[in-house]
């Protein structure tokens, strides 16, 4: 009978090992789950605590000395369960079958309603004109010496600039540019380049093209964000993806059309929100406005055209020019840019 005992408390033993995991095993386990988010684990050996990083999820964990130990499994702060924890055999972390398992079933749902939840999954920053179009043109006078400046630049930098900052702050989200560099791009290759950008349903794509103004009053001043208008009347579905009757095809894509324009409106709001807090009363607001400028038009997404101020006013093109200056613009972008994300995605 004790031989017995002690035979079966072996083949348990034998089992148990061979249904424990390696560090390595459960990192890939998790990779399994998504190859798009991000893994990662961390260990406290002061501590003895642990934390699996699953793109933006995380969950902690203690790391017991002995085997058969429960403990605690928490998940973004939020969610908790009682586990066997992961312990050192012989120098070797490892992890229990139940630990790896309510690990990757419940990363596995947290990336199930990530899927599922609305997201801005690309942006597109187009810097207007460039190459043999130079766009708007103003004079700067320094220490006695005039230069001319061209709108092409100015947007260019602000450009370059707004997509490091985004870059940076959004991983996940793919930032485009319609050009990084002095290059003549017409207007239908901006939109052409914009509409083939792919993004799956739940997912929304924003166009933000960037422009300095100019007038012949050389008193105005200011910075202005345009929108489609709601009168514009245009066919946005990809018919290659739905086969509906004309009749329904009609409502369905009015219906997008309202969206996109709403979607337009509140991007513009945002942005002119972040320029005003920005900006303060050293730049004026010329407020959001209607027009159906030919990228704001043919692109089938939320999209608006930022004038940032008038080259043909001394204090803006002042503004424009100089460090400090674009970097309110570029921070006033940045903002207004993150704040409609916070309100899109949640
Ligand atoms: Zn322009």
């Known amino acids: 009978m004790f031989k017995k005992i002690i035979l079966l408390c072996f083949l348990l033993f034998i089992i148990n090992s061979l249904y424990a995991n390696t560090l390595n095993d459960t990192l890939s386990s998790l990779q399994a789950i998504s190859p798009d988010y991000v893994t990662q684990f961390r260990f406290d050996p002061l501590f003895r605590n642990g934390v699996f990083k699953f793109g933006e999820h995380f969950c902690n964990f203690f790391i017991s000395n002995k085997e058969g130990e429960t403990g605690y499994l928490l998940f973004n702060n939020q969610e ?9 055999r012989d120098g070797q972390l490892t992890f229990p079958e139940s630990f790896v398992a309510t690990l990757t079933n419940t990363f596995t749902r947290l990336h199930e309603n990530d899927a599922s939840r609305f997201r801005i999954a690309a942006i597109i920053i187009d810097p207007g004109h460039g190459g043999r179009d130079s766009g708007a043109l103003g004079t700067i006078s320094a220490n006695g010496r005039n230069t001319q400046v061209m709108e092409k630049d100015i947007v260019l ?32 290759q901006r939109a052409d380049m914009a509409n083939s950008v792919t993004a799956r349903d739940n ?8 422009h300095a103004n100019s007038a012949t009053n050389r008193n105005a001043r200011g910075y202005e964000i345009w929108h489609i208008t709601s009168g514009h009347r245009r066919f946005l579905l990809d018919t290659s993806r739905h086969n509906y009757s004309p009749d329904i095809l009609a409502i369905l894509n009015a219906m997008l059309e309202e969206e996109i324009k709403t979607e337009s409106i509140l991007l513009a ?5 972040g320029f005003d807090n920005g900006f303060g009363s ?14 704001v038009r043919n692109s089938r997404m939320p999209a608006v055209l930022v004038e940032l101020g008038f080259l043909s006013n ?19 972008l940045y903002n207004g840019i993150t704040n409609f994300i916070g309100i899109f995605e949640r």
Do not use: C, H
């Not at 908790?80 to 050192?88: C, G, I, T």
């Not at 930098?157 to 560099?181: C, E, G, H, Q, Y």
């Open 80 to 88: 908790l369960f009682d586990v066997p924890l992961p312990y050192n």
């Open 157 to 188: 930098k602000v450009s370059l600039a707004l997509r490091d900052r985004l870059s940076a702050s959004f991983p996940d989200k793919r930032i485009l540019m319609t050009r990084n560099s002095d290059v003549f791009i017409s207007l239908e």
């Open 203 to 210: 997912e929304a794509i924003i166009f933000i093209s960037i």
């Open 269 to 273: 709001d945002a942005i002119l929100q």
């Open 282 to 295: 050293s730049l004026p607001s010329r407020g959001r406005k209607a027009n159906d400028w030919f990228v």
């Open 314 to 332: 001394n204090q803006d093109a002042a503004l424009m020019t100089s460090d400090e200056g674009l970097q309110i613009f570029v921070n006033s």
